[in-house]
């Protein structure tokens, strides 16, 4: 059973994208950040638990030629053994800060060439990042995707026969599972069916895709075969986040919660249904877990000008 | 984001725009025999509607909508309507037009939010473009028109995938994103909240394509079917039971998008200072806009392919009020808040000076003390030239 927590409020509305709720949980401490687009800007929020203080911070896309504003597609805080960086993604480019936001260490302009702006090529790159300091470089593109990359997913690799460790998605719903490494490695596709596939988590060989007709399918990373289809959401799922519990949340308003194991017998994968919450009247577009061992959530609304948290009693 | 939206957001926009006016000027119809010089008769509703339709799809303006392109601002947009809400013997002053444009993209946001599938906007504007044909069934040369940019949207449309729906979605839920304004007819049917958000149900049929929530099937490594289980949703859903058309003529399913207004309903808003005074509005009004250049030189190229037909003669402008009483329309030009001070550019106010006295006169009691940013020499010229169109 969970419970509504204080909701933390926010400068502007979140924008109508998927995954537009990105949570950095410090090992040190309770402190949390918290990420959420707006629009042309993104916003930073830490927030301590102890004091319910916030510090806010607004970083704007880089801008370009063009007639109208950049807007930010994602902003996500990645954790690297080393280090931790912000990296937020626009049409125009791709721009990384420190991650508090406060330095802008790299940028790459993605060029269009002669397309018209919003044709999105697919390409999937790959940087070298270097303990500190700013010398980022484009190391790779990996091809395999033919429409817009809607999300990629990572894991540290487990060691023993997977060696799965990263997965894209894009917008006709089809899934690359990648092995990285100095030169990265396509292990294997799993073809979509005609809707889009706004978001992916990669845990312990499992593959967790959320879709565009609400479904939420797992796939065993290594051989992309089928395990669990659930027909979870009436509307798009926007955000899918894994604890070791799946999140899912979507635009018909609910976030559930499900329970991933695997059968001793068979050792296949295997699902139950935990706990759902409806955010009424409230297109959700982000939604994250706010600790590793998922007791706490959080979720952000088309037009809803503040987080929702949620805890576990 | 997608630069595919232009088109239907203007179509569904304009359609929007004339279900008002159509409403309007037949709750004001005064049977022809019986009119005053100045009252609105049957004949000068058609009339209005046809010129209207007619300079919404004359065919070198839709060649500039449909070329791919970003969405412009909110302003540059509404200058469009004010044109195009002029394309006739209708007036319709600052307060009345501001109500409309409110009533237009309300009404919008709400068809796009609720549409099950990214997809269903297109049936959305199929839902405007049947009902324009009814409100013009009289001529034929304007239906042909209607029939030509139908055909266009099914070309350019119909083959888009799914994502790119999605994208289309995204990018108008980003344009509307932040406009709260209540609308008395979607408060009485229990669409919108007292604060100005629409209700999203949780119950109905669930978008074509969908399966109803609340199954978990479970697979071995051969892909046969080892289990089967229930979970509660939480929601009311039931499978649909037909896709709507994306033929010229068809049962689209869909009901939004069609006509909400009758004599019986009629158009209103309610407006406070509180649910008109976002952040994000305001911070679009105040902030200088660097991209107005850009803008007018947009609005130039699209109003260029705009044939406005000026009516000859003697006839004065005919003015259309939105609000109930002409003293309603004073109050709400009066009462308007500040940081809403319309930086539009009043292209109309030229024009209509030598029409219309009395236009004038209200036009003098508006007069906006903040010059527009742009308003410089360089300005005035692409204004001058754009009256000239």
Not at chain 2, 15 to 27: N, T, V
Not at chain 2, 256 to 261: P, V
């Amino acid at each position: 059973m969970f419970r509504r927590e204080h909701s933390i409020p926010l400068r502007g509305s979140a924008a109508a994208l998927c995954n537009n709720l990105s949570v950095l949980q410090l090992p040190t401490g309770n402190l949390r950040h918290f990420g959420v687009v707006h629009g042309p800007s993104a916003q930073l929020l830490s927030a301590a638990p102890e004091d319910g203080s916030l510090v806010q911070r607004q970083l704007q896309a880089k801008e370009g030629a063009g007639v109208s504003p950049t807007l930010i597609t994602q902003v996500h805080w990645c954790v690297l053994p080393f280090r931790v960086l912000l990296v937020l993604t626009s049409h125009r480019g791709i721009q990384m800060f420190e991650s508090d936001g406060s330095i802008m260490v790299y940028w790459h302009a993605l060029d269009t060439g002669d397309a018209p702006p919003g044709t999105w090529s697919g390409r999937v790159l790959v940087f070298d990042i270097p303990a500190k300091g700013p010398n980022i470089m484009l190391s790779e593109e990996l091809a395999g995707h033919q429409t817009s990359i809607t999300d990629i997913a990572t894991e540290p690799v487990q060691g023993g026969d997977c060696m799965a460790d990263v997965v894209t998605a894009d917008d006709s719903g089809l899934l690359c599972v990648w092995r990285s490494g100095p030169e990265f490695t396509l292990v294997t596709r799993i073809p979509g069916f005609g809707v889009p596939c706004p978001s992916v988590k990669l845990w312990q060989g499992i593959v967790a895709a959320g879709y565009g007709n609400g479904q939420v399918r797992l796939y065993e990373a290594m051989k992309g075969t089928l395990h669990v289809q659930i027909s979870a959401h009436a509307r798009t799922i926007c955000a899918l986040d894994l604890a070791p519990e799946l999140l899912s949340a979507a635009e018909d308003t609910f976030v559930h919660i499900w329970k991933l194991s695997r059968s001793p017998e068979s050792g296949s994968i295997e699902v139950e249904h935990c706990h759902g919450e409806c955010v009424s009247n409230t297109q959700l577009c982000g939604a994250r877990f706010c600790d590793p061992s998922g007791s706490s959530f959080a979720v952000t609304g088309y037009d809803l000008a503040e987080i929702l948290r949620f805890s576990s009693v | 984001m997608s630069v595919r939206t232009l088109p239907l957001l203007f179509l569904n926009l304009g359609g929007e725009m004339l279900y008002i006016l159509d409403q309007r000027l037949r709750a004001q119809n005064i049977p022809g025999d019986k009119a005053r010089k100045d009252e609105w008769t049957e004949v000068d509703r058609k009339r209005v509607l046809n010129d209207i339709v007619s300079t919404m799809f004359n065919r070198k303006f839709m060649e500039e909508l449909f070329k791919p392109q970003e969405l412009y601002s909110k302003k540059a947009l509404r200058t469009v309507y004010d044109r195009l809400a002029h394309a006739s013997i209708m007036r319709l002053n600052q307060a009345s037009m501001d109500k409309l444009y409110d009533l237009m993209t309300m009404a919008f946001k709400y068809q796009v939010l609720l549409c099950p599938r990214p997809k269903d906007v297109l049936l959305v504007t199929f839902n405007h473009l049947d009902a324009i044909k009814g409100l013009i069934q009289d001529s034929p040369t304007i239906l042909h028109q209607v029939d030509e940019t139908f055909r266009q949207l099914m070309e350019v449309y119909c083959g888009l995938s799914a994502g790119e729906f999605q994208l289309i979605r995204q990018t108008l839920l980003i344009f509307f994103q932040d406009l709260h304004i209540r609308v008395s007819i979607f408060l009485k049917d229990k669409v919108q909240n007292s604060n100005g958000r629409f209700v999203l149900p949780v119950s109905g049929p669930v978008p074509w394509g969908t399966e109803v929530p609340g199954l978990i099937r479970m697979f071995n490594h051969k892909g046969e079917e080892v289990k089967k289980i229930k979970f509660k949703h939480g929601g009311n859903y039931v499978t649909a039971t037909k896709e709507g058309s994306f033929e010229l003529y068809g049962d689209r399913v869909l009901k939004l998008g069609t006509n909400m207004y009758s004599l019986n309903r009629p158009v209103d808003t309610q407006t406070s200072g509180a649910s008109k005074n976002s952040t994000s509005r305001a911070q679009e009004n105040i902030a200088p806009n660097p991209l107005a250049k850009e803008e007018l030189n947009f609005l130039a190229r699209l109003m260029g392919g705009m044939e406005i037909k000026n009516p000859s003669g003697p006839e004065p402008g005919f003015r259309l009020n939105l609000f109930t009483t002409d003293d309603e329309e004073e109050q709400a030009a009066l009462t308007k808040p500040e940081e809403l001070d319309n930086k539009v550019i009043n292209i109309q106010a030229m024009q209509d000076q030598q029409r219309s006295e009395e236009l004038a006169r209200i036009l003098g009691e508006l007069e906006v003390t903040d010059q527009p940013r742009w308003s410089t020499s360089k300005g005035d010229d692409l204004l001058a030239m754009m009256d000239e169109l």
